[in-house]
């Protein structure tokens, strides 16, 4: 009675242990299975990224010269001052063209007078002339009526003769005149040619004494000192260099195979070791047409902006180029093992509760803990993260999945 009472208990238990035990794993389990987590191998979307070293450079960086030569009366900067494009960096001695500029304008002044005088001139002899063509024209008038009276014996020949010698006067009187206003519009003209000469050279000069100022031709900071004031200024000699840093470029190399994958506008982000946790945003500016036939890489150029004035030219930057995202296969970077002393990647996957290894897995873009898997598996395959170290190729299985790294394994 017993014995048949336990029965169902028994049973009850042996049912459970199949249920919850399958035949699998129950003989992996009584083969010393080795325990690990898996994930599954899936499609990500990952941002293509090219990691590259560059080397910071000024956007622009200008040595100024003097065009003049003479003693460098002022020097207006030091070292490290920044200036905006204009400022005054320096000013040469220029006395002597000051005492010119001064006579240059007393002669500009003397012509505006003369051009007044000889201009008034012109009005007086436009007058005159006026004149001496009315008295004509009434002379001609008196001549005519004189000749007609002479023919009909109207008119004694004294009369006649005084008559016609009125008319040669005003005709000479007319001719004069002409000639007076001549000669008053040559004296304009003369007054105006003199005038502009003088303008002229004053302009001329002004351009000259502006030389004798040295202004920053960029906005900057002075870099470079070369001379001290007093020193003899000539063109050949250097007075200051100036350093554009408002936007800086960062220039770097990409390699053939990569050429078609950047574009002016990519977006990148520059590291250096100064700042290890500062970031510093660009784009790329400007791409060069050719490549190097040594290397074989093609130089680029980023454009960014250091607000904070953090970065210097000269320094090594390390490059992040984002290319855009893809959807790719990928695993977390733990599941892959590496052969010793090679490059050859290679893994473990679960198949019914055993370990199978997978070698010479190729491997393409990494982002955070994924990498992409180009070849050696294939989607859905349960790969080992945890726990591959103890396996080999048909080693038995448990699979016990758990949080990692803040993440669930899937």
Same mark, same amino acid.
């Given at each position: ?20 035990f399958?035949?699998?794993?129950c003989?992996?389990l ?8 898996t994930?599954?191998v ?13 080397e ?13 030569n003479g ?11 920044m200036?905006k ?12 063209e ?7 304008l007393?002669? +500009?002044?003397? !012509?505006?007078?003369g %051009? @007044?005088?000889?201009e /008034?001139? $012109?009005?007086? &002899? ?6 001496a063509?009315?008295?004509l ?8 009526r004189a ?13 006649y ?6 008319y040669?006067?005003a005709?000479?009187g007319k001719?004069?005149?002409e ?6 519009k ?20 002004? +351009?000259?004494? !502006?030389?004798?100022? %040295? @202004?920053?031709?960029? /906005?900057? $900071?002075?870099? &470079?000192?070369f001379?001290d004031?007093?020193a003899?200024?000539n063109?050949?000699l250097p007075?200051?260099s100036?350093?554009?840093m408002?936007?800086?470029?960062i220039?770097?190399?990409v ?6 994958r ?6 990148a ?5 100064a ?7 660009g ?25 904070k !004035?953090?970065l210097?030219p ?8 984002h ?25 473990f ?6 370990a199978?290894?997978r ?8 982002k ?17 993260v945890?726990?591959?170290?103890l ?20």
């Amino acid at each position: 009675y017993i014995f048949m009472k336990r029965i169902p208990m028994v049973m009850f238990i042996f049912l459970f242990a199949l249920n919850f035990f399958p035949a699998g794993r129950c003989t992996a389990l009584a083969r010393d299975a080795v325990p690990v987590s898996t994930v599954k191998v899936r499609v990500y979307s990952l941002e293509t990224e090219l990691d590259l070293k560059g080397e910071i450079r000024a956007f622009a960086e200008i040595t100024v010269y003097s065009k003049v030569n003479g003693v460098i009366e002022k020097l207006l900067v030091e070292k490290g001052d920044m200036v905006k494009k204009g400022d005054v960096i320096a000013v040469v001695e220029h006395r002597s063209e000051l005492a010119r500029r001064k006579e240059l304008l007393a002669a +500009v002044e003397s !012509a505006k007078v003369g %051009i @007044r005088q000889a201009e /008034s001139a $012109v009005r007086v &002899a436009e007058a005159s002339l006026s004149q001496a063509e009315a008295q004509l024209e009434n002379a001609i008038l008196e001549k005519n009526r004189a000749e007609n009276l002479l023919k009909d014996k109207s008119m004694p020949r004294q009369r006649y003769d005084a008559l016609i010698a009125q008319y040669k006067v005003a005709m000479a009187g007319k001719e004069l005149a002409e000639a007076n206003l001549t000669s008053a519009k040559e004296a304009v003209f003369q007054s105006k040619t003199g005038f502009a000469r003088s303008t002229a050279a004053l302009e001329q000069l002004d +351009v000259r004494i !502006a030389d004798f100022t %040295i @202004r920053a031709p960029i /906005s900057g $900071v002075i870099s &470079a000192r070369f001379v001290d004031e007093g020193a003899m200024d000539n063109p050949q000699l250097p007075i200051v260099s100036i350093t554009n840093m408002e936007t800086l470029r960062i220039f770097s190399q990409v390699p053939e195979a990569d050429v078609a994958r950047i574009r002016i506008g990519t977006r990148a982000t520059i590291s250096v070791d100064a700042y290890r946790h500062e970031k510093f945003k660009g784009n790329v500016a400007i791409i060069n047409p050719t490549l190097d036939s040594k290397t074989r890489t093609l130089e680029f150029e980023i454009h960014l902006k250091d607000k904070k !004035a953090l970065l210097k030219p000269g320094m090594f930057a390390r490059v992040i180029l984002h290319l855009g995202r893809r959807k790719v296969l990928a695993v977390p970077k733990d599941c892959l093992l590496r052969l010793p002393g090679t490059g050859v990647y290679y893994a473990f996957v679960v198949e019914n509760g055993i370990a199978k290894k997978r070698p010479d897995i190729k491997l393409g873009i990494s982002k955070g803990d994924l990498v992409e898997v180009k070849s050696g598996l294939t989607e859905g395959e349960e790969v080992v993260v945890v726990g591959q170290g103890l396996l080999k190729t048909g080693t038995p299985v448990v699979i016990t999945n758990y949080e990692k790294k803040g993440g669930k394994a899937q």
